[in-house]
């Protein structure tokens, strides 16, 4: 083989290594780029239509802590009976139909969805989803940490009820579940933000005095 030919053949090889290792830098960064949304209940609260009809009325922000635009699709809350009352209530079993979870989608699902969010950007919506001919007295509660100061006994039927949330979004799910309070109880009007309770602590933690004893 001449010289010209060597030298052309690793040209070729050193021309098809950059090619693909560009192709994989490329790659890379459009991977970087892709939106990565979640989701914060802010406000919450449940209500009572007559015997068997319950709504949800959910305040939610979207937030996509990615670097590229995304847009929420789906969006779907369940609910589910307790296990615990079930199995101490065998007799109900039969007047579910079977129905142990109920799951809804929003009632302005049409008129909202997709739910277009920019890079680093944050939308907030107002959600009602309603659920039919559900059994209220045996929905799955949550327990209620006991407030020192103020300790109440709760009723079951004071307690929140747990929902389970599910968002799918442009490239991925996110999944969460919370607890609800009735709409005529007090706790139902707390409003949370964005900071989780991991940032809470660490900044009550930096801000709280210290102090030194002698």
């Not at 847009?71 to 142990?100: C, G, Q």
Request: net charge neutral.
């Amino acid at each position: 083989m001449e010289i010209v030919d060597i030298f052309q053949t690793l040209g070729s090889i050193v021309g098809s290594v950059a090619g693909l290792a560009a192709l994989f830098l490329y790659w890379k960064k459009i991977k970087k780029e892709e939106p990565e949304i979640i989701f914060h209940l802010v406000q919450s609260s449940y209500k009572v239509n007559g015997k068997s009809d319950l709504s949800l009325n959910l305040n939610i922000i979207f937030e996509n802590k990615g670097n590229a635009p995304g847009s929420v699709t789906d969006f779907l809350a369940m609910i589910r009976y307790s296990e615990k009352a079930l199995k101490m209530y065998p007799f109900i079993l039969p007047s579910l139909n079977s129905l142990v979870i109920n799951a809804g989608r929003p009632t302005n699902y049409l008129k909202i969805y997709p739910i277009e969010i920019g890079p680093y950007g944050s939308k907030k919506v107002n959600l009602l989803i309603k659920f039919s001919n559900v059994n209220i007295d045996v929905l799955d509660r949550c327990a209620v940490p006991i407030n020192i100061r103020e300790p109440k006994r709760w009723e079951w039927k004071d307690l929140p009820i747990f929902v389970k949330i599910l968002v799918e979004y442009s490239k991925g799910k996110t999944e969460g579940g919370d607890c609800i309070f009735r709409d005529d109880l007090v706790e139902s009007q707390e409003i949370r933000g964005t900071i989780d309770g991991f940032e809470y602590s660490e900044a009550v933690h930096i801000f709280t005095p210290k102090i030194e004893f002698d």
